[in-house]
């Protein structure tokens, strides 16, 4: 099911991209839609304004798709020979804002495990999903920001 959903989303980026192309602008992807739709999130938890971009792209990235393939995109940005360089306060806060099982994908095993247990409250179980994916967001992102707190301007630990 889900390398069926992440091919889904290469040929959504396949489609995405070709219609940028089409109107002249080049390297347009669904990554790159959620990193601006996602850069003020990034920037209000503590990532410095020229990396919320990035930042919101994987943000973005893990809760459409999942953590797994936000952190195998995150990994790109970590080594020495990388093309953008992340300081160390990006690193700590995307560290932590991406660990967590709050993605849409969640939904679908929530409802399916609680749902097998009870029921009668699928219903209700499927209803309130959407609403645990935001607490679980918004916990990862608190998580974020606190540890971006503990970095200093120097990457230092205060």
Not at 45 to 62: F, R, T, Y
Not at 90 to 102: K, N, P
Not at 132 to 137: E, M, R
């Amino acid at each position: 099911m889900l390398i069926a959903f992440i091919a889904l989303i290469a040929m959504l980026n396949w489609i995405i991209s070709a219609i940028a192309g089409f109107i002249g602008q080049d390297g347009v992807t669904l990554q790159s839609l959620l990193g601006y739709l996602f850069r003020p999130i990034a920037w209000s938890i503590g990532v410095p304004w020229d990396e919320a971009q990035i930042s919101g792209a994987l943000i973005g990235e893990k809760l459409i798709l999942n953590e797994f393939i936000a952190y195998v995109d995150f990994t790109n940005y970590l080594s020495s020979n990388a093309e953008t360089q992340l300081s160390p306060k990006t690193i700590a806060i995307g560290t932590f804002a991406l660990c967590g099982f709050a993605n849409l994908g969640s939904i679908a095993i929530l409802v399916g495990g609680l749902g097998s247990m009870a029921p009668n409250r699928r219903s209700d179980v499927a209803r309130m999903g959407l609403r645990t994916v935001i607490a679980g967001s918004l916990s990862n992102l608190m998580s974020g920001a606190i540890a971006g707190l503990f970095i200093g301007i120097a990457g230092a630990v205060l």
